[in-house]
C-alpha cells in the first residue's frame, strides 16, 4: 500500500545534527500491509537524528474479546511493549512509542474515566492522551481513503463534551484529526477546555481533493482563516505533517518516478510558513505520519522537505519546531 516508503534513502541528509522527535506515527499488522518496529527503525535509522517518537492510535490490536468500550486498551498495551523495547537500548538509540496516544470513544460520556484510568495504568510511564479521528466534509472524495469511516457529527455528539472532561481531569492531551472545514468546531472545543492541550493534526487537513486551482486556492483561504482563529487559543497546538495524504489534492501519490524533498518542499512550503507563522515554533511540531505519508514520498525525502521548508529559521526555532514543543507537550525526557 505504502508504495514510496523506501524511495530517496540515498538522498544526502539536510542538517543531520539536528535531533528530531517524531510526533506522529503508526505501527499495525493489517491483511493489507503491516508497519512494525522494525520498519519504523529502519526509517527513524536512515539518517535523520530521530532521538524518540510519539506513537499515535490507529486501531490497531485492539482486544478481541470483553466490553467494547475497554477493547482499545489492546493497542495501549501493545505500544507499551514498544515503548519499553525503545527503551531498553537494544534497538539503537532511537526511543520508539516513548510517548502514546490512544483512542477511546468519548460518546461513552462518564463511562469514558473508568477506561483512561485502566489506560494510565497500562502505560503508566508514556500514555500521554487521546485522539479522536473526526474527518467529515461534504463530499463523497476522500472517503475512498478512509478505512475506519468516523461517526458523523462525532465532536458535537450530546455526550463527547461529558467524555472529554475525564481526559481534561487527569491532565491528558487530545489530538484530532479533522478536515478544515471542521476547524471551527476544534477552536470550540479548545475554548471550552482551556486547562487541557488541543492538538490538531496534519495541521488541519485543507480537504482540496479533485478541485480546480480556483477552488484549491479557495480551500487555502478557508483553512488559513480557521487556522488563525484556533490558534488565538493559548492550549491549541499544531502537528505539521499529513502532507503525504491524498487530501490536499498533490499528485505526489501518482507518481511513478522517485519524489525529491526539493519538489516536495515546494508544495508544502506555503502550508508550512503558514501554520507556524499562526502558531508560533513553540506550538508546532514536525511529523512523519509514517507509513500513511509514505503514499506520497520516503522517510528521508519527507525530513529533507521539512527542514527545508524552515531553512531560513533561526536554530532556537528549529529545535522548537523538531524538539521542544513536542518534548514539552508530551513530557517526554530525551536527550536533545
Same mark, same amino acid.
Not at 492522551?129 to 479522536?132: A, E, K, L
Given at each position: 500500500m505504502f508504495s514510496k516508503r523506501l524511495e530517496g534513502r540515498d538522498e544526502p541528509i539536510i542538517s543531520p545534527e539536528i535531533p528530531i522527535i517524531d510526533a506522529h506515527h503508526h505501527l499495525f499488522d493489517l491483511p493489507v500491509d503491516r508497519y512494525l518496529i522494525d520498519d519504523y527503525l529502519a526509517d527513524a535509522n536512515a539518517g535523520h537524528d530521530i532521538r524518540a517518537s510519539v506513537y499515535i492510535e490507529i486501531k490497531a490490536f485492539a482486544r478481541n474479546t470483553g466490553? @467494547?468500550?475497554?477493547?482499545?486498551?489492546?493497542?495501549i498495551e501493545f505500544a507499551n511493549g514498544v515503548g519499553a523495547m525503545g527503551a531498553s537500548g537494544v534497538y539503537g538509540k532511537c526511543r520508539v512509542a516513548a510517548a502514546i496516544v490512544g483512542y477511546v470513544?468519548?460518546? @461513552?460520556?462518564?463511562a469514558v474515566g473508568g477506561v483512561l484510568d485502566k489506560a494510565m495504568a497500562a502505560a503508566p510511564d508514556r500514555f500521554r492522551?487521546?485522539?479522536?479521528v473526526a474527518i467529515e466534509h461534504p463530499s463523497d472524495a476522500p472517503y475512498r481513503y478512509i478505512v475506519n469511516r468516523p461517526p458523523r457529527g462525532l465532536l458535537e455528539h450530546p455526550r463527547f463534551r461529558d467524555g472529554f472532561t475525564h481526559l481534561s481531569r487527569r491532565g491528558l492531551a487530545f489530538d484530532v484529526a479533522v478536515f478544515h472545514n471542521q476547524i471551527p468546531q476544534v477552536t470550540a472545543l479548545a475554548a471550552a477546555f482551556p486547562e487541557t492541550a488541543v492538538i490538531l493534526n496534519h495541521v488541519g487537513t485543507p480537504m482540496a481533493m479533485e478541485r480546480d486551482p480556483n477552488g484549491r486556492t479557495q480551500v487555502f483561504r478557508e483553512w488559513r482563516d480557521a487556522l488563525k482563529r484556533l490558534a488565538q487559543q493559548p492550549n491549541a497546538v499544531c502537528k505539521i505533517s499529513g502532507f503525504g495524504l491524498p487530501f490536499l489534492g498533490f499528485d505526489f501519490i501518482g507518481r511513478t518516478d522517485v519524489v525529491s524533498y526539493m519538489e516536495l518542499s515546494e508544495a508544502w512550503k506555503p502550508y508550512i510558513e503558514t501554520t507556524i507563522e499562526a502558531f508560533g515554533p513553540a506550538r508546532c511540531m514536525m511529523a512523519s505520519n509514517f507509513p500513511q505519508d509514505g503514499r506520497a514520498c520516503g522517510f528521508v525525502p519527507l525530513w529533507n522537505a521539512l527542514k527545508h521548508s524552515v531553512a531560513s529559521y533561526s536554530t532556537s526555532e528549529?529545535?522548537?519546531?523538531?524538539?521542544?514543543t513536542a518534548a514539552r507537550v508530551y513530557r517526554l525526557s530525551v536527550d536533545s
Open positions: 466490553p @467494547e468500550i475497554l477493547k482499545p486498551l489492546g493497542e470513544d468519548f460518546r @461513552e460520556g462518564d492522551g487521546i485522539r479522536q528549529k529545535a522548537d519546531l523538531f524538539f521542544n
